[in-house]
């Protein structure tokens, strides 16, 4: 049998050559941009901590996952976003996301406690708040759910040509889904406007990543699909913004998604009824004292003139929102039992 030709080797690269974002620069923001932030990462950091303390004493039940020490990559992110036409969708680690994007805190808590006022009508709790009208799409229980989701907001805006960007968060966790990479090829076939972010704040619900995950590089995970990546200091909110401003101009030029990885960090369990166990106190500590986000702020404002008063003064202000919060939670009222039966279909029957 005569043997088969020789194939010769390809003289084209494996990954032919395109064109990739440049390496963003940290966001060089005015006073008043650094006090905002400042103002917006404490608020999520005493609404979270509130939260926690409700929790404990049986306000708040089921699940609850709460967003300290993550505060940057939400404010960073979504302070260079356009609130009229741009999109969020994230998963069941959620508050600091409405937080930031400027839902009124008072529907949040009502929400946490079940109550009828709240965001969802008290029905959708921790992991499940919407605002529509806020272009904030959730809340996602089921671990990964969102980012097919968000590609469809973002297929929905290309589709309706209104000019917005679709931003989907997930875990590093949900990193290793199949959705994820389905959602990844149909993206870039399509090059819909969606920003993927990838919160890694390295253990998922309890396993490190280095375990978990083959490739933890996970700003790398859309390279087999030509999806380029970039990889954040998430503890640091400038450097989240410039990251963010670099992304948007990507995607609103048409080009298709980006990936941004954010190394960011948990200080509390995967959820409340997690005690951890797997790290040790004193590697939590060490990440607080090196490179808490609010800290980092509160010195560059330092730099800045801005005065221990000032800040002191901006903290009890803040503290008194997030009471005001936890008092209008407590005292309104569940939801009347009929609401049983709304909002299971879209039209009325």
């Known amino acids: 049998m005569a043997k088969a030709p020789a194939r010769k080797a390809s003289t084209e690269p494996a990954v032919p050559n395109r064109e990739r974002p440049n390496e963003p620069e940290r966001y060089s923001a005015s006073k008043e941009e650094l006090l905002e932030f400042y103002k917006q ?46 999109s969020v969708i994230t998963g069941y680690r959620d508050h600091g996301h409405m937080l930031a994007y400027g839902i009124d805190p008072k529907v949040i808590m009502a929400e946490l ?8 009508r008290g029905k959708g709790g921790s992991m499940h708040m919407f605002s529509t009208e806020k272009k904030f799409y959730g809340g996602h229980g089921i671990v990964g759910a969102q980012v097919s989701l968000g590609t469809g907001l973002a297929f929905a805006h290309k589709y309706n040509e209104d000019g917005g960007v679709a931003m989907a968060y997930f875990g590093d966790g949900a990193s290793n889904q ?23 704040n390295q253990y998922a619900m309890g396993t490190s990543v280095n375990r978990s995950s083959s490739e933890d590089q996970l700003y790398k995970r859309g390279e087999s699909f030509r999806i380029p990546g970039i990889q954040v200091d998430g ?17 609103r030029a048409g080009k298709g998604p980006i990936i941004l990885e954010m190394k960011t960090y948990r200080y509390r369990g995967h959820s409340m009824s997690d005690p951890a166990k797997y790290r040790s106190r004193e590697e939590v ?32 202000e803040i503290r008194k929102v997030v009471n005001e919060s936890a008092d209008f939670a407590e005292q309104t009222p569940e939801p009347d039992p009929a ?6 279909l879209v039209e009325t029957y």
């Open 41 to 86: 990462m404490l608020l999520i950091r005493r609404f979270e901590e509130k939260a926690g303390q409700l929790y404990g004493l049986g306000f708040i039940g089921g699940f609850c996952h709460l967003y300290i020490g993550q505060e940057a990559v939400a404010v960073g992110l979504q302070s260079a976003l356009d609130g009229d036409k741009d």
């Open 113 to 120: 406690t079940g109550r009828g006022a709240g965001i969802s």
């Open 178 to 200: 199949g959705q994820v990479y389905e959602s990844f090829n149909m993206a870039e076939l399509w090059k819909l406007p969606i920003i993927y972010v990838i919160e890694n």
């Open 235 to 251: 503890m640091d909110v400038l450097a989240c913004r410039g990251a963010a401003e670099e992304a948007l101009a990507w995607v």
């Open 285 to 316: 500590q060490s990440v607080r004292d090196k490179s808490d986000p609010i800290e980092a702020v509160k010195r560059e404002l330092d730099t800045l003139g801005v005065k221990e008063d000032e800040l002191k003064a901006l903290e009890q």
């Open 339 to 344: 609401e049983l039966y709304t909002d299971v």
